[in-house]
């Protein structure tokens, strides 16, 4: 599939979407408390897109049973919410999620501490993040994809973190996932040359230990392999001439 390359008028409606997303995660961030379950996180999320008039886009995609990814502590993505699964002090939790709005997908990722962390767990939390920040440095029209993959993978690697190999971002419009697939670690080609109106969804998956991970008997949720922690982080990008436009990100002090 070739890239799309996105018009005005469907650069607006991917910034609705994104815009309602950022305020979906804010909801979100707002309810985490130790004692909830993972499926109270995916009710409180779908209730707020609905309430957008958006569509929960990862409800039955591939039949994936619910509208947020809820991936706690060595879980890197695609946990499934579930009433047994209790939220307590010291956790961390990677909220994923996606809307449709009007046809068009916005898909952003967040990891957050539930009380009391260790600093082990918040500086991978906080590489994690700026490992995107160091991604999107790159995310220029006239630029190469995998330039983008190469500082993300740098920067995880000069602080000791482990950065997983089987999960990438994507190109992201009126599909979920779309070409070109945007590895998170260095690569020896450069990649296509990036153009302005080309939407991406880029999403470091950072572990604190090693970088293998398994999938476990219920074929989505992703763990590590060492059991160390992961963590998620991810924006839904426009590719402009000048700095790339953050449709999920737009409250600068969001995280
Ligand atoms: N952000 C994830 C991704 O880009 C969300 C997909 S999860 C699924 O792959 F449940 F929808 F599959
Ligand atoms: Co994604």
Redesign the pocket.
């Known amino acids: 599939m070739p890239i799309t390359v996105k018009s005005p008028r469907e650069i607006e409606l991917m910034t609705e979407a994104g815009r309602i997303l950022e305020i979906v995660h804010n909801e979100l961030k707002a309810s985490l408390r130790p004692g909830m379950s993972t499926w109270d996180i995916d009710c409180l999320g779908e209730e707020v897109i609905r309430s957008y008039h958006c569509i929960p886009?990862?409800l039955d995609?591939?039949g994936?049973p619910a509208s947020i990814?809820v991936s706690v502590n060595d879980e890197v993505?695609?946990g499934i919410p579930s009433k047994k699964r209790i939220l307590k002090e010291g956790d961390i939790v990677s909220l994923?999620a996606?809307v449709i709005y009007k046809g068009y997908h916005s898909?952003a990722?967040r990891t957050y501490g539930i009380g009391r962390i260790t600093e082990a767990a918040q500086k991978l939390i906080d590489v994690t993040r700026e490992c995107f920040f160091q991604g999107i440095k790159y995310a220029k029209e006239g630029n190469y994809l995998f330039d983008i993959s190469g500082a993300i993978g740098r920067y995880a690697k000069e602080h000791g973190c482990g950065v997983v190999r089987d999960?990438c971002g994507?190109g992201i419009g009126t599909n979920?996932?779309e070409a070109p697939e945007i590895p998170n670690y260095e690569m020896k080609r450069k990649g296509v040359k990036l153009k302005a109106g080309m939407t991406l969804?880029i999403?470091p998956m950072i572990n604190a230990g090693g970088w293998e991970v398994d999938w476990l008997d219920d074929d989505?949720t992703v763990v590590t392999r060492d059991s160390s922690l992961s963590a998620h982080y991810?924006n839904t990008v426009l590719i402009t001439e000048g700095e790339p436009r953050l449709l999920t990100l737009t409250d600068a002090d969001g995280r």
Do not use: Q, T
């Open positions: 886009s990862f995609y591939n994936y990814c993505v695609h994923d996606g898909d990722a999960l994507h979920l996932h969804a999403e989505w991810e």
